[in-house]
């Protein structure tokens, strides 16, 4: 096994009986055999740990390490600690791969000696069935330093894709501990941009990314809440000027998204509510016009229709948010 080679493949899991061995299994099925697999179980209940060590015991590139209940960052920063390879893959335990992932990634980082962090295109999946594609043919692909882009939204949304040089993770770069609501990949990413980002991507979809069905408004609260998050942090932190403005700019928009999600989960119970709310937004982003007109709409006379203009309202803001 070269060294100059070896890609650690970092595998976060909890409560994850169901799925793991299908996850282990696609990296099982690489064309690129140089690897090592490091299963950080995050303190599950369920039989996580009996499943993945009995991998672990038919394969000895497949580690196993146990930890208590800590969040998917700690897990995924216990797996860097331990990585001996010359590049970190991140895979979570509900998702897979295609068996020619890591082959097509790391042919790029041979011929591409500037790069510094891969990805691909991916399957949103519901375990059965591919149901869309993320990079769609009308989409631009992310490559280079696409900071200015990054500022604005995780353009890497597919952490099941990324593979990165490790010297990207050197010093204490590694994920926010902190953050639990699913953007602390995104956050990486940007942090990981100040020091300058040598991206390229891959058009063709190499894996299928897990989407479950859960609570989606509380999940939109909780993602909306980290956003604002993110960029409060990084507009603080940013060590390169031209990011800034497009930091704040961001960070309006993400205030105001911010504003709607929380009044969404009162339109059918307080009604009343949503115009201060739409007002706020338009305050927070007044480059959008429109929140102007929807509060206008929504405070429009009732003699002259206003029940009407309201009702269009909400139907638009449910479908939006």
Partial sequence: M????????????????????????SIQAQTFKNFEVIVVDDGSTDNTVAVTRRICESDPRFVLVTQPHGGVSAARNTAIARARGKF???????????????????????????????????????GVHDKGIYYK???????????????????YAGICTVVVRRELLAGDLCFDETLTTGC??????????????GARGIREPLARYRRWAGNMSNRRLKMAEGDVRVLEKNLRTTRRPELRPLY????????????????????ETQPDA??????????LHPRQFKWLMRFVLLTWPKP????VTERIVHRKL????
Wanted: aromatic share 12%.
């Fill in 248 to 267: 704040k700019r961001s960070l309006a928009i993400a205030r105001s998204k911010l504003e709607l999600v929380r009044a969404r989960q009162f339109i």
């Fill in 318 to 321: 449910i479908q939006e948010l």
């Fill in 184 to 197: 602390e990949d995104w956050d990486l990413w940007l942090r990981m941009a100040e020091c300058g980002l």
């Fill in 137 to 155: 043919a009308s989409h631009s692909m992310p490559d280079g330093d696409a900071a200015a882009e990054l500022v604005f939204a995780n353009v």
């Fill in 2 to 25: 070269s060294p100059a080679s070896l890609v650690s493949i970092v595998v976060p899991a909890f409560n994850s009986a169901v799925v793991i061995e299908q996850t282990l299994q």
């Fill in 304 to 307: 002259l229709g206003g029940r």
């Fill in 274 to 283: 949503m115009p201060a709310a739409v007002w706020r937004t338009w305050r």
């Fill in 88 to 126: 970190i893959a991140f895979l979570d335990a509900d998702d897979v791969w295609f068996p020619e992932k890591l082959a097509r990634q790391m042919e790029l980082f041979r011929t591409e000696p500037r790069m510094n962090f891969a990805y691909s295109n991916f399957y949103f999946w519901d």
